[in-house]
C-alpha cells in the first residue's frame, strides 16, 4: 500500500483556538495571535517527521486551523483584518507548516460588522500572504442561503482572481465558499477551528485512492454489492493507519485527539485518483452516465467502512472530486468527457462540491455567485456539506491550461453556461430553510 499504492496520511492538522487573543487594537490582537500559533504549534512539524521516521508512513501535510477570524476579531475594520491576516501568514511560516486555515466568517443567516471587514479584506490578504487560507459558509440546512453574501463572494473571487493574476488566479485556490461548513474539517482550503471544540486538537486526513483502485482492480467479476464490501473493508484499514498516527501524535504532542476525516484525496500523481476508481467500476470515463451512482457507492462504502475504524469520525469524511487534483479528472476535462453541470450532479453524492474548477476569466461575478447558489441549494436540502473552490483564470478561456503545481496539479479551463442569472442574484435576502430544518 505505502510503496506501490500511494497510500498516505494526508494532512496531521493541528486547531488552535484564539480566544484568547481578543483585544482593541489590531496590532496588540496580531502579536497575541502570532505567539499563540508559534508556542502551541512549535512542535507540530518536527513530531510529524519523528512519525514518518519511526513508522514509515508518509504524512504529506502539517497544517493549522485556527478560530473563524471575524469571531475574534469582530471590532476590526478592513485594515485591521489584513493585519491579522499578515500575522497569521507570518506564524505558519514560522512553524514551518503547509498551510494555515481559518480566515473565515460564518454568515449563514447574516453578516455582522467583523464579518463584513473580513469578507472585503479577502482578496488583499490572500494575494499578500503564502500559506493562509479562507473560507466563507453561506448557508446551512437550519438557517437557509444568506444571498447576499453569495451575491458578494462572486465579487470576491473575481477580485481575488485579478488580484493574484500573475499568478492565474492562486488565491482562488485558497477560498472556498460553504453551505453546511464543518467546525473540524483538517482539509484546506477550508478548515477553521470551530467554536465547539477544545483548547487545542489534533485532527487527521487520511487518503487512499490508489489502495482503493487496486482493491477493485483485483475483483473484475465482482457485483457491485460485493465490491461495496471490498471497498468498506479497504476503508478501514486505511482509517486505521490515520487513527494510530492521531493517537501517536497527540501523545507526543500533549494535545487532545480529535478526528479522522476518513476522505478519499486525490492527488495529480499518476495511480492516485478517484476519476480512476470509477472507471475500474465500469465506466468509459468520469462523466458517462452512471458516473453519479458510481460515485453514490464508493463514497457510501468508503464512510461505513472507516467509521468501524475509529471512534472518533468527522471532518467531511467521503470521495473528493478536485479537478485539477486528479489526474483522471484532469483528462476528462480536458477531452471534455466532463462538465461543471455534470460535477455539480456528482456532488450531491460525494464530499464537499465543486472543487479546483478553472474557468475562464471574464467570467462575471454574477454568474460565479449562482454557481455558489446552486451548490449551497444541494447542501441546504440534501443536509450535507458542499462548497465551491473556483478559479477563473485572468487572460484565459476555454482551449487553456493552468499549472498550479504539487499537490494543487493542473486543470484545463472548463466552459461555463453564460446564460446570466443577475436579476436573481441581485435580489438578496434569504433563502428559506426547507421545511425537513424543523426537526427539533
Same mark, same amino acid.
Given at each position: 500500500?505505502?510503496?506501490?499504492?500511494?497510500?498516505?496520511?494526508?494532512?496531521?492538522?493541528?486547531?488552535?483556538?484564539?480566544?484568547?487573543?481578543?483585544?482593541?487594537?489590531?496590532?496588540?490582537?496580531?502579536?497575541?495571535?502570532?505567539?499563540?500559533?508559534?508556542?502551541?504549534?512549535?512542535?507540530?512539524?518536527?513530531?510529524?517527521?519523528?512519525?514518518?521516521?519511526?513508522?514509515?508512513?508518509?504524512?504529506?501535510?502539517?497544517?493549522?486551523?485556527?478560530?473563524?477570524?471575524?469571531?475574534?476579531?469582530?471590532?476590526?475594520?478592513?485594515?485591521?483584518?489584513?493585519?491579522?491576516?499578515?500575522?497569521?501568514?507570518?506564524?505558519?511560516?514560522?512553524?514551518?507548516?503547509?498551510?494555515?486555515?481559518?480566515?473565515?466568517?460564518?454568515?449563514?443567516?447574516?453578516?455582522?460588522?467583523?464579518?463584513?471587514?473580513?469578507?472585503?479584506?479577502?482578496?488583499?490578504?490572500?494575494?499578500?500572504?503564502?500559506?493562509?487560507?479562507?473560507?466563507?459558509?453561506?448557508?446551512?440546512?437550519?438557517?437557509?442561503?444568506?444571498?447576499?453574501?453569495?451575491?458578494?463572494?462572486?465579487?470576491?473571487?473575481?477580485?481575488?482572481?485579478?488580484?493574484?493574476?500573475?499568478?492565474?488566479?492562486?488565491?482562488?485556490?485558497?477560498?472556498?465558499?460553504?453551505?453546511?461548513?464543518?467546525?473540524?474539517?483538517?482539509?484546506?482550503?477550508?478548515?477553521?477551528?470551530?467554536?465547539?471544540?477544545?483548547?487545542?486538537?489534533?485532527?487527521?486526513?487520511?487518503?487512499?485512492?490508489?489502495?482503493?483502485?487496486?482493491?477493485?482492480?483485483?475483483?473484475?467479476? =465482482?457485483?457491485?454489492?460485493?465490491?461495496?464490501?471490498?471497498?468498506?473493508?479497504?476503508?478501514?484499514? !486505511?482509517?486505521?493507519?490515520?487513527?494510530?498516527?492521531?493517537? !501517536?501524535?497527540?501523545?507526543? =504532542?500533549? !494535545?487532545?485527539?480529535?478526528? !479522522?476525516?476518513?476522505?478519499?484525496?486525490?492527488?495529480?500523481?499518476?495511480?492516485?485518483?478517484?476519476?480512476?476508481?470509477?472507471?475500474?467500476?465500469?465506466?468509459?470515463?468520469?462523466?458517462?452516465?452512471?458516473?453519479?451512482?458510481?460515485?453514490?457507492?464508493?463514497?457510501?462504502?468508503?464512510?461505513?467502512?472507516?467509521?468501524?475504524?475509529?471512534?472518533?469520525?468527522?471532518?467531511?469524511?467521503?470521495?473528493?472530486?478536485?479537478?485539477?487534483?486528479?489526474?483522471?479528472?484532469?483528462?476528462?476535462?480536458?477531452?471534455?468527457?466532463?462538465?461543471?453541470?455534470?460535477?455539480?450532479?456528482?456532488?450531491?453524492?460525494?464530499?464537499?462540491?465543486?472543487?479546483?474548477?478553472?474557468?475562464?476569466?471574464?467570467?462575471?461575478?454574477?454568474?460565479?455567485?449562482?454557481?455558489?447558489?446552486?451548490?449551497?441549494?444541494?447542501?441546504?436540502?440534501?443536509?450535507?456539506?458542499?462548497?465551491?473552490?473556483?478559479?477563473?483564470?485572468?487572460?484565459?478561456?476555454?482551449?487553456?491550461?493552468?499549472?498550479?503545481?504539487?499537490?494543487?496539479?493542473?486543470?484545463?479551463?472548463?466552459?461555463?453556461?453564460?446564460?446570466?442569472?443577475?436579476?436573481?442574484?441581485?435580489?438578496?435576502?434569504?433563502?428559506?430553510?426547507?421545511?425537513?430544518?424543523?426537526?427539533?
Amino acid at each position: 500500500m505505502l510503496q506501490t499504492q500511494n497510500l498516505d496520511i494526508r494532512t496531521i492538522t493541528m486547531g488552535i483556538s484564539l480566544m484568547s487573543c481578543q483585544a482593541e487594537a489590531s496590532s496588540k490582537m496580531a502579536a497575541k495571535i502570532y505567539d499563540k500559533i508559534t508556542t502551541r504549534a512549535e512542535r507540530l512539524v518536527a513530531v510529524g517527521e519523528e512519525i514518518e521516521r519511526e513508522y514509515g508512513l508518509p504524512i504529506i501535510n502539517k497544517r493549522i486551523s485556527v478560530t473563524p477570524v471575524s469571531i475574534i476579531a469582530g471590532n476590526l475594520n478592513r485594515d485591521g483584518m489584513v493585519e491579522v491576516g499578515r500575522a497569521l501568514d507570518r506564524a505558519a511560516q514560522n512553524v514551518g507548516v503547509n498551510f494555515l486555515g481559518g480566515f473565515s466568517a460564518l454568515v449563514q443567516k447574516g453578516t455582522t460588522k467583523g464579518d463584513e471587514a473580513l469578507i472585503q479584506a479577502i482578496p488583499q490578504v490572500l494575494s499578500e500572504t503564502e500559506l493562509l487560507c479562507s473560507s466563507v459558509n453561506v448557508g446551512s440546512t437550519k438557517a437557509g442561503i444568506n444571498m447576499d453574501a453569495v451575491g458578494e463572494m462572486g465579487r470576491v473571487i473575481m477580485e481575488t482572481s485579478n488580484l493574484t493574476a500573475d499568478r492565474d488566479g492562486f488565491g482562488c485556490a485558497k477560498l472556498v465558499v460553504f453551505c453546511n461548513a464543518v467546525e473540524d474539517n483538517p482539509f484546506m482550503a477550508g478548515a477553521f477551528h470551530g467554536v465547539g471544540e477544545p483548547e487545542c486538537t489534533l485532527n487527521i486526513g487520511v487518503s487512499g485512492p490508489g489502495v482503493v483502485l487496486n482493491s477493485v482492480k483485483k475483483h473484475p467479476d =465482482l457485483s457491485l454489492g460485493e465490491l461495496s464490501n471490498v471497498i468498506k473493508k479497504t476503508a478501514f484499514k !486505511v482509517t486505521r493507519i490515520g487513527e494510530l498516527v492521531g493517537r !501517536v501524535a497527540s501523545r507526543k =504532542l500533549d !494535545v487532545p485527539f480529535g478526528i !479522522v476525516d476518513l476522505s478519499l484525496a486525490p492527488t495529480p500523481a499518476v495511480g492516485d485518483s478517484v476519476a480512476d476508481i470509477l472507471k475500474a467500476l465500469g465506466l468509459e470515463d468520469v462523466g458517462a452516465h452512471g458516473t453519479t451512482a458510481c460515485l453514490a457507492m464508493l463514497n457510501d462504502a468508503v464512510k461505513k467502512g472507516g467509521a468501524m475504524a475509529s471512534a472518533h469520525v468527522g471532518g467531511l469524511s467521503g470521495a473528493f472530486i478536485p479537478v485539477s487534483e486528479d489526474q483522471g479528472f484532469i483528462d476528462a476535462a480536458a477531452a471534455g468527457s466532463i462538465s461543471l453541470e455534470k460535477l455539480e450532479a456528482m456532488t450531491c453524492v460525494c464530499s464537499v462540491g465543486l472543487d479546483m474548477i478553472a474557468i475562464p476569466g471574464d467570467t462575471s461575478a454574477e454568474i460565479i455567485s449562482g454557481i455558489i447558489a446552486d451548490e449551497a441549494a444541494i447542501g441546504m436540502i440534501n443536509r450535507k456539506t458542499t462548497a465551491v473552490r473556483i478559479i477563473p483564470v485572468p487572460g484565459k478561456d476555454v482551449g487553456g491550461w493552468v499549472e498550479f503545481g504539487g499537490l494543487l496539479g493542473r486543470a484545463p479551463i472548463m466552459p461555463v453556461n453564460r446564460k446570466a442569472p443577475n436579476l436573481f442574484i441581485q435580489r438578496g435576502g434569504r433563502i428559506p430553510a426547507p421545511i425537513h430544518a424543523l426537526n427539533n
